[in-house]
């Protein structure tokens, strides 16, 4: 055993021992690890957030998010079960139904983690009935197009915009059902110094924040997620050690 | 008013340009300018150094807060479920007649705004309303009649004619139409009170020493949740910070809970003495006291009882001559948001952002407000640690369970004869308090508020305390002739209005819930969407990220388990393909009203269905 | 064989795609034939359903009286209902029109739309052109449906799939890559 293992802390997920870092989240380590756990609003890079609740595992029996939760030593947690599939199959078919995600004409989709998701979790329809709402389309920017329709609320253009770009393009405003995003400007993205090159451009995991004029460039079956399911890059890793 | 942009300026310097001071900026902004308009937003955010988009963000969170023109009396209905039990609506209508605006709206003079309100914390003396920052009570039709009269002539909140309520309801600094109704007095809170006895024994013992004391008394918060308060305090003792804060969770904001608010009017010393000990226990120095909009009324006067602490020395430096303690307090009032009852809600809202919960871990004891270690209690959990310290926790532990030591006191409000405040000791049965409090012919009490459960007369033998019945304080009776469904979904309406909206499950699965239960109410359900609305609760109670979400299903998982047969009554008998919840006449009663004529298939006749 | 099973398709509101898509499995259409025999469907232009139906194939969202009607039809008549295409299972692009109220949608198309030319100034309501439902429901918002098949189309290997599994009584489960939104 090296210096560096020693300094681990070791867990389990669905009864398979994985090592981690002290202060690394489920999520974070399961990755590592090679084991996926379904999940929107947590993004590589950026701080953990814990709103879309898709990565909800069991920590010893209790429901957690996995992208906020630190590790601990001994922990078991449970990720591939049949209940757990189909709580967050429940959400994903909640931002569905929440939205109005019209994927026949959306410039994301093939390469949207939402979407994706529904996918890979199965999803031939949504149990909750649709809500149709009325959303707008800020298009003011010179670059880049917000599409409230398809947003998830996920926060990853408020943190990409912070973090990343040292800038505060995006936050949060109204609360509850009429929580959405707001940008830094009274008239729409246009206003602010969101530029096309910024990385919060390119967070957003759905068709809400999309650039102009590049939409459609890949051809069907060759987009992301057309052939292989979302998390499959996570489990080849693992694939490939085993 | 096209002096936002000044009045924001000036109201800025005011709070000397801190942006942790956001919430008192916005409201009072909101206060003088009538909004927080556009220009208000740009004002504040240049005065404030810090981004617009930020500044919208708090400014739009809050119920408070209008972007449009308010009228001079924003008329504020309590729509609580106890209130529209007691004539809500006959109040609501009223005002519309008298005023000619619907909720929502403004008279064009631009004397008078209408809008619902969740509970305010006067379910004891229903149905209550808030105009601005005025409580009235026991509102009847006529009293609108002559308050809107005399607001439309007088044209200043000072010409309404209130009759005062008991104590001090009717001090110089808080004049409230509000009664007490404290109907028993118990041991711990609303025993007589000396200033500064419990101070001054907490002073002769090390700090460590208070803190076994409280664990020693196994108090648990009386706030809702129960955690041992012992322990929270050692967490926060032990947690590294360069400053430590206790704060006191005011916000009462649970429906049918209005204990603290009596607690506030009558023992306020008390409280702010068991904060002193707690800032004492674990080394903080600064205190706040989050007080919910609502009851604002009471924030000179409970200024003024600062101040008179202030002035004995029971606050400020070196407090009852200890050398190096210091501690103080502020009151950070709140602009109606229920889900700033949430610790961690309340710690954002208090640092002047729009009240979205924290990530947890790192609990408040390591990372609160400013994320530095902040032990955060409920008012009546100040009150007992002070009297724990005074007494003894043996005294203390006395009275009560063995898991639930002491006193609890209950706001009891609903069908019955004495709603109103009760100390008594935990373990009380539903069954005695119903007794107690004159209720007769009860079919069902809510435990705990919206959040709680609610139980029929076959749980009524069961005791009040955290191992069976846990509640916050909040005890609604209902009685014959009323529907556990109807209540149920009045509490779902609750739940989706103070959703913070951050997480999936709570911000959709709320409004998901609220619907489908709507489908039983009005005959629309078939038998599936039993399974619909067990399965999806679990969902939003497991997945949702605080405890908004985790409790909001409760009014139907809680009516699914004691009240299924009325469920099962409500489901629909079909006699079509239809799903019972798709009314064909209905979905073309709109095209025939646009077209003049009937549906070819479905017959409309002004949106009624042939048969 | 006497006793083929019958299946039954419509196209509510829908662009005929999908059934395009259907007619799309290419030399595998004779296989179906073989299979089973078709009762009502634009395929065959027959109107009513006119004996006991297998499988109904429900093309398009429910946006007209005509609409509620014909699924009516297809409830009563068919053992299994299958949503076929996105606009059956959500909507699709016809309830684009949802989130705006009905009488703002039909005064652009028949009175104030750019390309409007309407003398008369009346929106129209001959008896002969069905009602408008106030939005366009997903068909199993309207009447109990047994499968869905998303897509917009959806593959024409994703509607065979589907069809043998049903007709031989098999678990309908598809292979990654014929689950499609889009
Ligand atoms: C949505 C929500 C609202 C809450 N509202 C209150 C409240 O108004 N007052 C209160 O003391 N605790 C409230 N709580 C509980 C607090 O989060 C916290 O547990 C409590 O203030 C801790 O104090 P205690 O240990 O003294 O009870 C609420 C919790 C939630 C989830
Ligand atoms: S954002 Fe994703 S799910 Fe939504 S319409 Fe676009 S591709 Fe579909
Ligand atoms: S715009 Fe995109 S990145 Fe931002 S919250 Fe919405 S879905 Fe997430
Ligand atoms: S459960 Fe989620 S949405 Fe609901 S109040 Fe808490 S954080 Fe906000
Ligand atoms: S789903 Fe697509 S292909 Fe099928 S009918 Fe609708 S628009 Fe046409
Ligand atoms: S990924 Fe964990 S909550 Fe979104």
Redo the contacts between chains.
Sequence with gaps: MSAQDAAKLSFTIDGKEVKAEPGQTILQAAALAGIYIPHLCAMKGLSPWGSCRVCTVLVNGKPQAACTMPVAEGMIVENDTAELKDLRSSIVEMLFVEGNHFCMFCEKSGNCELQAMGYRLGMLQPRHDYMFPTRQVDASHPDVMLDHNRCILCARCIRASKELDGKNVFQFIHRGAHKRIGVDAAGGAGGTNLAVTDKAAEACPVGCIVKKRVGFAVPIGQRLYDTKPIGSHIEAGRAAKE | MTDNASVSRQVCGNFGNDKGRLMDILIGVQAQAGCIAPEALDEIAKSLSMNRVEVESAATFYAFFSDKMRGRFVIRLCNDVIDQLQGADRVAAAFRAELGIEFGQTTADGLFSLAYTPCIGMSDQAPAVLINDRVVTKVSTDMVREIVQTLRTGKSLEHLKLTLGDGNNSHPLVRAMVNNNLRERGAVVFAPYTPGVALQRALSEQPVEIIKIIKASRLRGRGGAGFPTGMKWEFTRAAPGERKFVVCNADEGEPGTFKDRVILTEAPGLVFEGMTIAGYAVGASEGIVYLRGEYAYLLAYLEDVLAKRRAAGLLGRDILGKAGFKFDIRIQLGAGAYVCGEETALLSSCEGKAGNPKTRPPFPAQKGYLDMPTVINNVETHCAAARIVENGPSWFASMGTKASSGTKVFSVSGDCAQPGVYEIPFGITVQELLARVGATDTIAVQVGGASGRMIGPSEFGRQFCFDQLATGGSVMVFGKGRDPLAIAHGFMDFFVEESCGYCTPCRVGTRLLRERLGRFLEGRAEAADLDYLEKTSKVVKNASRCGLGQTAPNPILSTLQSFRSEYERCIKKNGTVFLPSFDPGKAVAVAAGIAGRASEHFGTKKGGVKA | MANKPKVATCSLAGCFGCHMSLLDIDDRILKLVELVEFDRSPINDIKRIEGRCAIGIIEGGCCT??N??VL?HF??HCDVLV?TG?CA?????P??R???P??EC?EEAYLKGPSVYNPSGR???D?EI??????V??C?????ID????G?PPSADAIWETLVALLSGKPLS?P??L????
């Design positions: 009286e005509d509620v009607h009516e409830r009563e949503s996105d299972t959500m909507g699709g692009i309830a684009l949802n989130t705006i009905l009488r039909l929106l129209p309501g008896p069905p009602l408008m439902l106030d939005k429901y997903p199993h918002e309207v009447v109990k499968y869905h098949l998303p917009c598809l990654y890559g689950i499609k939104y889009d």
